[in-house]
T-cell receptor
Framework: ETGVTQSPTHLIKTRGQQVTLRCSSQSGHNTVSWYQQALGQGPQFIFQYYREEENGRGNFPPRFSGLQFPNYSSELNVNALELDDSALYLC?????????????FGSGTQLSVL | GENVEQHPSTLSVQEGDSAVIKCTYSDSASNYFPWYKQELGKRPQLIID?????GEKKDQRIAVTLNKTAKHFSLHITETQPEDSAVYFCAAYTGTASKLTFGTGTRLQVTL
C-alpha cells in the first residue's frame, strides 16, 4: 500500500510568482485535504476535496485554489505569492466510508518565497 | 469557528517518566480528536484518536482521555523513551466545516 506522496519536496519562488504543488493520495483514499504549516505552528486547514469538488475551505484568500482529479490526486495552486506564504504545505488523504476525518499526511512541500 | 489550545508548549521528562499534554476546544460540535506526532523534518503521524462518544482509549504506552462537558482532552505517555522525543499536536474535527483544527504543538524532550 502506497502512502501519500507529494512533489516537489522543496521549492524556492520569488514574490508575485505562481506555484503548483502536487499530491497523490494513499491507495483507496478518495478525499484530499491541504494544510499550511508555518514554522513552529500547527497545520492550518486550506481546503478539502471530495469527488473532485471543494468540500470545505479554511480562512485563505482566493489566490489559493485547488483541483482534484478522477484518480483522487490533487493540486494546490497559489497565485501572486507573498513572503508570508513561505511554509510547509501538507497534503492529507482520508479513506472512504465515513472516516473522512482520519487524515494521513504526506511529507509535505517546503515552499520558500524570497 | 473552532479554537484549540494546547499546553505546555515544551515538556522535558526523564526516560521512564510519564508525560501529559492537555488540550481544550471551543466548538461543542467537534466530535473527533486525534493526536499527531511530528519528528523534525517528517510528516505528522497519527498516533491515537478518540471519538466524542468515548471517554478514554489506550494503545500500549499511549492513552487519551476526553471530557466533553469541560471540552478538554489529554494525551498520556507512560514509560517514556528517547524515541518519543518529537512535537505532538492535538486536533479537533468539525464535520460541518470538514476540517481539523490543530493546537500549537508540544515539544517533548525525553532525556536519558
Amino acid at each position: 500500500e502506497t502512502g501519500v506522496t507529494q512533489s516537489p519536496t522543496h521549492l524556492i519562488k520569488t514574490r508575485g510568482q505562481q506555484v503548483t504543488l502536487r499530491c497523490s493520495s494513499q491507495s483507496g483514499h478518495n478525499t484530499v485535504s491541504w494544510y499550511q504549516q508555518a514554522l513552529g505552528q500547527g497545520p492550518q486547514f486550506i481546503f478539502q476535496y471530495y469527488r473532485e469538488e471543494e468540500n470545505g475551505r479554511g480562512n485563505f484568500p482566493p489566490r489559493f485554489s485547488g483541483l482534484q482529479f478522477p484518480n483522487y490526486s490533487s493540486e494546490l495552486n497559489v497565485n501572486a505569492l507573498e513572503l508570508d506564504d513561505s511554509a510547509l504545505y501538507l497534503c492529507a488523504s482520508s479513506p472512504p466510508g465515513g472516516s473522512r476525518e482520519k487524515l494521513f499526511f504526506g511529507s509535505g512541500t517546503q515552499l520558500s518565497v524570497l | 469557528g473552532e479554537n484549540v489550545e494546547q499546553h505546555p508548549s515544551t515538556l522535558s521528562v526523564q526516560e521512564g517518566d510519564s508525560a501529559v499534554i492537555k488540550c481544550t476546544y471551543s466548538d461543542s460540535a467537534s466530535n473527533y480528536f486525534p493526536w499527531y506526532k511530528q519528528e523534525l523534518g517528517k510528516r505528522p503521524q497519527l498516533i491515537i484518536d478518540i471519538r466524542s462518544n468515548v471517554g478514554e482509549k489506550k494503545d500500549q504506552r499511549i492513552a487519551v482521555t476526553l471530557n466533553k462537558t469541560a471540552k478538554h482532552f489529554s494525551l498520556h505517555i507512560t514509560e517514556t523513551q528517547p524515541e518519543d522525543s518529537a512535537v505532538y499536536f492535538c486536533a479537533a474535527y468539525t464535520g460541518t466545516a470538514s476540517k481539523l483544527t490543530f493546537g500549537t504543538g508540544t515539544r517533548l524532550q525525553v532525556t536519558l
